[in-house]
């Protein structure tokens, strides 16, 4: 059994310490739960992954700000250890925000003490604050597409993601109890992301979590993540320019840069990148994990283009996040009418 400490009151020195010194400060994971007037619970994770710090800059620029809340707010403070060393995770560490669907590793025992704590708490919404390690615009995620998740989404940014996997993620197994939501708050330290979470925040700790008016759903600009790109986990990544492929101990060549193209639509022919290696390919799996590498790139003496026009999300420059997790995703527009 995981004994998840849980704190009532906030440790000393929270308020205005960094992501890596955590881990001696709270002894890892844990539990700050803070009492509001009334006994309904705003839940909010952070540092799931340990190298995405601004959800902790977020808490305390709320807590910094407001010193009598409206309701209870629950924060989860996730991979302590990981953010000592400034990594998404440690190696042989699960990712922490893929532990929330069952399991048998302690972690998978202690996401589930945070469940059930959350839910006895009387949830009015959950927040999942991370960061992106490649560069995109300031976007939300949700995982049903209904009024009340797209209005709390909209609280931070009009650009929305719907999708369904990966399932494990926090957000998506607080949706039974509340609303939910991820805020991709750009790159750590962003301020414009931190100032906009901040103010998602606040509104779940001071309104009622309302449906999204008929107004305001055609600005919405909703898309659904349909596929990830995905290397082998024993890959070695390098950037360049395409037209130079000199490059030793590399798996796979990316364009410098690509990661300017999240959420941009890659016309037919984009030059995507290079295998250079004959056991390894970039493979595109759906959400019900079928490869469908075909539908989007060809590969032609090892160079990948795209096959269709499609718009990407997540690209990241980090060689080991790409490793670690995936490329990127794959993005559709979805339908403003499949909200309800």
Sequence with gaps: MVDLPVRKTLPDGFLSCRADELQPLLGGPCLIHLRGRTQQAVVVSILLHGNEVSGLTVVQNLLQQSTTMP??????????????????????????????????LKEHLMAQ????????????????????????????????????????ARSFSDTIVFFSEPHQI???????????????????????????AVDTLEYCLHSEISAVANDDIDKVKLFHTVARMIVPPD?????????????????????EGFDAW??????VGTHFGVA???????CVRNDAGRDITENYFSLENGVMKTRKTFSPTMLTLD???????CVGYIMERYPHDGAH
Aim: net charge neutral; aromatic share 8%.
């Design 319 to 325: 060689e080991r996040v790409m490793v670690q997790d």
């Design 276 to 282: 250079l290696s004959a056991d390894k390919r970039l």
């Design 235 to 255: 890959s070695r990544i390098a950037f360049d320019q395409i037209q130079n492929l000199d490059l030793a101990n590399a798996d796979f060549v990316f364009p």
């Design 113 to 152: 003490q945070v469940l059930d704590y959350a839910a006895s708490c009387n949830p009015v919404a959950a927040v999942d604050i991370h960061n992106n390690t490649g560069r995109n615009p300031l976007y939300a995620c949700i995982n049903h597409v209904d009024r009340r998740f797209l209005r709390l």
């Design 262 to 267: 999240n959420f941009q639509p890659l016309p």
């Design 71 to 104: 309701r209870d707010l629950l924060i989860f403070v996730g991979n302590t250890r990981a953010a000592a060393a400034g990594l998404r995770r440690l190696d042989g560490q699960p990712d922490y925000n893929r532990i929330w669907a069952g399991g048998e």
């Design 170 to 196: 926090f957000a998506n197994n607080m949706a039974r109890y509340c609303p939910a939501v991820t805020l991709e708050c750009g790159q750590p330290g962003d301020r414009l992301g931190i100032e906009r």
